[in-house]
C-alpha cells in the first residue's frame, strides 16, 4: 500500500472556487489518520498556501513555487534554489508581447509590473496579493520564479524562445494554458517530492500523485501512481497517456479516487 500522497492544488485539490470541498477535506483526514502521509505540490507561493494548509487543518509539508522552495510541518524552510541574477534579470527583460504580463515569486512576496486585480480571485481565502514595483531596478537575489501571463499561443513562442536560448539551464513549463512558468533547471515537483519522501526513508514507488497540469508532469511520471485529473490540460493528457484518470476537481476526483484506493469508508460528501 501507499505511504504518501502528494497532490496539486489549482484544478486538482482545488475546485473552481478554489477552494477545499468538505468531501476532500473529510477524505484527506481519513487518509492521515490511517497513517498515511499527505504532501502539497503547487507552483503557488508558500505564503499563500500556508492558509490553504491551515483551512485544511492539518500538518503538512509544503512545496511550492513548483519545487523551488520547500517547507517542513514546523513551517522551517528545508529547500530553496532560486534563480541566478543574471537569468532572471534577462527574463525580466525578455521582448514580448504587450499583452504578456510578467511575476515573479521573491522571496516572500509576488511582484508585478502593472495591476492585475483579475489575478486575485485565486487568492480570495489567503488574502496573498501582489506588490507593484519596477522590476528592472528591483533586486533580483531571491527569485524562485518568474511566470508570464497572457494568451496560450503568445505563450507557446516565448516557450519556444527560452527553450532554444537556455536549453537546460532553465525548466520552462505551463502550469495553465494561459500561465508559463521559468524556474531553475533541476526544479521541478517531481524532485521536491523525492526529497521530501527521502527525509522518512521513503521512496518515489511508495507515493501516489495527483495533477492537471504539464508543471506536474515530472511528479506525475516519477512517483509509483501518477493520477491526471479529469479536467487536466489535453497536453498533460497526451504526455501520460498511459496513466489513469480521475474525476475533475470540481467532482472532487482526488477524494473519490482515494477513497476506492485506500477504502476510505464513512465519508461525509456534504
Given at each position: 500500500m501507499y505511504k504518501v500522497v502528494v497532490s496539486d492544488l489549482d484544478g486538482t485539490l482545488l475546485n473552481g472556487q478554489h477552494q477545499i470541498s468538505p468531501r476532500t477535506r473529510d477524505t484527506l483526514h481519513r487518509l492521515v489518520d490511517q497513517g498515511v502521509k499527505f504532501v502539497v505540490a503547487t507552483g503557488r507561493h508558500h505564503v499563500d498556501v500556508r492558509s490553504i494548509r491551515d483551512t485544511l487543518g492539518l500538518d503538512i509539508y509544503?512545496?511550492?513555487s513548483n519545487g523551488a522552495v520547500v517547507h517542513d510541518k514546523q513551517d522551517q524552510l528545508i529547500?530553496?534554489?532560486a534563480l541566478p541574477d543574471s537569468v532572471a534579470a534577462e527574463l525580466i527583460a525578455l521582448e514580448r508581447d504587450p499583452s504578456i504580463h510578467i511575476n515573479l515569486y521573491y522571496g516572500d512576496e509576488w511582484l508585478v509590473e502593472e495591476e492585475m486585480p483579475w489575478l486575485l480571485q485565486?487568492?480570495?481565502?489567503s488574502g496573498f496579493s501582489y506588490r507593484l514595483t519596477d522590476l528592472a531596478s528591483h533586486p533580483l537575489d531571491k527569485v524562485n520564479k518568474v511566470f508570464y501571463i497572457g494568451e496560450h499561443e503568445k505563450l507557446l513562442q516565448i516557450e519556444a524562445e527560452l527553450n532554444q536560448r537556455y536549453g537546460d539551464r532553465l525548466n520552462v513549463t505551463f502550469s495553465l494554458p494561459d500561465c508559463l512558468e521559468v524556474m531553475h533547471a533541476g526544479v521541478h515537483k517531481g524532485n521536491a517530492v523525492r526529497a521530501v519522501l527521502e527525509q522518512h526513508?521513503?521512496?518515489m514507488s511508495q507515493a501516489v500523485a495527483f495533477g492537471d497540469g504539464m508543471n506536474d508532469f515530472e511528479m506525475l511520471s516519477m512517483v509509483g501512481r501518477g493520477v491526471v485529473m479529469g479536467n487536466a490540460h489535453d497536453r498533460l493528457k497526451l504526455a501520460l497517456a498511459n496513466h489513469e484518470q480521475t474525476l475533475s476537481s470540481d467532482e472532487d476526483g482526488v477524494a473519490v479516487y482515494l477513497e476506492q484506493l485506500f477504502a476510505l469508508q464513512g465519508v461525509n460528501v456534504a
Open positions: 509544503l512545496i511550492t529547500f530553496n534554489q485565486f487568492h480570495h481565502e526513508g521513503l521512496e
